[in-house]
């Protein structure tokens, strides 16, 4: 499995941004793909997570109602769409695949990662 990500950038607070997490070898329809984020000194946070195989999503309490995970299986495509971006959300973006069933905001639960994209929030 491998992903890409792309969509990071540099907003003002209040602006919006859609990651982009492209995969390849990857099945969907079953198992769970999430975004994290990670800042300098800090552990990898869960942001986001969507089951391929129903949609199912789940959010971090931070992000949620201003965070939206979405996929679109035929562009072997998962999106994070970020609205109302706050300096707080300047981060390392992750996509993250291949979970071993462990709880979704671990990053010790995934096997593949992509190599992030640049958040930045002024």
């Known amino acids: 499995v491998q992903l890409v990500e792309s969509g990071g950038g540099s907003v003002q607070s209040g602006g919006s941004l859609r990651l982009s997490c492209a995969t390849s070898?990857?099945?969907?329809?079953?198992?769970?793909i999430a975004w994290f984020r990670q800042t300098p000194g800090s552990e990898r946070e869960g942001v986001a997570s969507?089951?391929?195989?129903?949609?199912?999503?789940y959010y971090n309490d931070s992000v949620q109602g201003r965070f939206t995970i979405s996929q679109d299986s035929g562009a072997h495509t998962v999106y994070l769409q970020m609205n109302n971006l706050k300096p707080e959300d300047a981060a390392m973006y992750y996509c993250?695949?291949?979970?071993?069933?462990?709880?979704?905001?671990?990053?010790?639960?995934?096997?593949?990662w992509g190599q992030g994209t640049q958040v930045t929030v002024s």
């Open positions: 969507i089951y391929t195989g129903t949609g199912k999503t």
């Open positions: 070898g990857y099945t969907y329809g079953s198992g769970t």
């Open positions: 993250a695949a291949d979970a071993n069933g462990g709880y979704w905001k671990s990053p010790r639960t995934f096997k593949s």
